[in-house]
């Protein structure tokens, strides 16, 4: 870094500034603060080339409740600063560039640091401290060295290595990511394919989302390796158009990475050709099938096909694929480098190595976590998340999206891992992880994921097409107060039968959601049917309007506002709801300028 | 039914064999057809449909098939300016509903349209967009608005329509 004398005297050595602009950083309005940090310097006199080296950007560092979050790192001393906004830059130039003393009451505080030390980053490590658009800030951490150390191996050894490794596909079933290699090497027919499952379409999840933003090259490096493995010499990234951000990083790292020499023909100065190229998803959740996806690449409809055949025998045009999800690939350079015997020291005895959490919700810090397989989820939620938002209690916590299940507070000392996790009615999926507290309904809960899988669902089977509309109309008609008894029994047949049913992964997971709220909370489920009454008060068509007569002013504004005349009111007397009559419509309730509506 | 024969030789839009060309060159397939066609005109209008199935001989059918199967399709025009509400699992459980159908009300949207009488606004949802740490999440014109409350939905159509905001 250049040293240079600023107007005001100020020696700035080794000064580096990093900016967090992943999504969730610029929705903070990051890129305004380090545009900020330019202007300031630059109005101390400082030359703009030498600001535009010392301000740099970087990936998501995963701590997004705190955003904008910046490191400024002065004479090798680094202090990160938290919820920054432009306004707060001139200070810390003036008090802290300039004068050497750190503006204390903004930096970050000790939940900060509790929030990265119980993590273990392998894939994370990277992310929110390199430059993602720049190839050689890669490299020189050591990127790319996983590719090159695998042209002195076999591709055999290659495949043995990541087997030995234990590494198991992060996009959600969790099968062996090295026997799926090794199933395609052996199929026969050419040219193989690999392909990279970046349709990250789980409500909840973010964390292909940020690795892509982060760190594209390690994907690349992946994809290069896993190439090399199998014998493809053709990569397809499929990636959600909902990922303007991720598309575009991704598509600066493949051209820079094509200029070194690292993709294209030759590559590493080897015999050996590959090449990536991007396609943009549609909008399909069920694109994220890998048959589907295969389909879709294919530019027809993205509906899932019967298996076997396997896309390792028979994929892309009909033949050998491979695809592995972004974390899986992204997590391969490592173990290159760092070796199979490291990797699996980590972990669990079946789970090996790190997973990456997006943990959001109702929970303090929110944002995007790195932890060995295995940990206990109250190590989670409470030593990394720092508990429920508001110190209101933790009622649930669902994994797994659309395709999973809720764990409920009393099981929150078991391991989080693929068995685990299966055992409890759950599953890992791409690892997001919602904390609910007791404001939140869990028959709205399995509403909300039944209707996104429902709408998601492609049509092609019967049990998944109607059944999952079945289920829903019962689980409408729940929280509308219209449940019948049997209801329950009735949605646990249906769930079952759907599950041993369906086609794919998407019908086979669907009823998930449902099934283990019913298991954990079928006193919910009974509360609204038996009682109507929706516990958690997020039912709208249970609740139950009254009048505070020790807040009513007797204004008459709910008499107008009410639809159904269920109010009876007169001058100077309180309003009284007739609950006959009354429609549940909240509009009474919207019209009190006094929150007299209970 | 129309005679779907007829339909599209009128169309002489020079736009449309811009995207042909571009297609042919890259070897693409009918979803990035339909996405570039989406790119020129904003939405699939029929005739263009019509027009590229006569001149690629591919059944229109096929085209219809996949346009509607996909979600980023449109088949009617868009509004000028674009509100998306993310209806991800973060977004629902911190209170997304409420706050879309306020923004749904202050545009007078009719129940089950998604365009603004005067053709300036659209409100979708998608899925999810990633960005479940600072949820609720509503994206105007491209630009992601987080930690939005109703208030702030408020600001944010006024903004944008005032031309800030995009």
Known sequence: MPAKKTAKKADIKDLVIRVCVGTGGLAAGSQEVMDEFGSQLKSHGIKAEIVKKCVNKTGCRGFCAKDVLADVILNDKSETYQLLTPEMVSRIVEEHIVNGSPVKEWLVGPEYHAFHDKQTKILLKQCGHIDPEDIDAYIKIGGYEGARKIFSLEPSEVIEEIRASGLRGRGGAGFLTGLKWELCSKAEGSPKYIICNADEGDPGAFMDRSVIEGNPHSVIEGMVIGGYAIGANYGYVYIRAEYPLAIQRLKIAISDARKKGFLGENIFKTKFDFDIKIKEGAGAFICGEETALIASIEGKRGMPRAKPPFPAHKGLWGKPTVINNVETLSTLPTIITQGAKWFSSIGTEKSKGTKVFAITGKIKNTGLIEVPMGMSLREIVYDIGGGCEKNCALKAVQTGGPSGGCIPASHIDMPVDYESLMAIGSMMGSGGMVVMDDTTCMVDMAKFFLSFTQNESCGKCTPCRIGTKRMLEILTRITNGKGREGDIELLLELGNSIKLTSLCGLGMSAPNPVLSTIRFFRDEYEAHIRDGICPAAVCKALRIYTVSVELCKMCGKCFKACPSAAIAWEKKQPAKIDKGKCIKCGACYEACPFNAIL | ?166
């Not at chain 2, 509400?85 to 349209?113: D, F, M, Q």
């Open chain 2, 1 to 166: 039914m129309p005679q779907p024969v007829l339909k599209g030789e009128s169309m002489t839009d020079k736009r449309c064999e811009e995207v042909l060309e571009k297609h042919q060159k890259e070897k693409g397939n009918i979803i990035s057809l339909l996405q570039n066609i989406q790119e020129v005109f904003g939405y699939i209008p029929e005739d263009t449909v019509f027009w590229f199935s006569r001149e690629l001989n591919i059944p229109a059918s096929s085209f219809y098939g996949v346009a509607t199967f996909y979600a980023q399709f449109y088949l009617k025009p868009r509004g000028k300016n674009i509100i998306t509400a993310c209806c991800g699992t973060a977004c629902h459980v911190k209170g997304s509903g409420p706050i879309i159908n306020k923004i749904r009300e202050e545009l007078k949207l009719p129940e089950g349209e998604t365009t603004s009488k005067d053709g300036k606004f659209t409100v979708e949802s998608v899925a999810c967009v990633g960005a479940c740490s600072i949820a609720p999440v509503f994206i105007g014109n491209k630009k992601v608005f987080g930690k939005m409350t109703i208030e702030k939905a408020s600001e944010m159509l006024k903004g944008i329509d005032k031309g800030k905001g995009a």
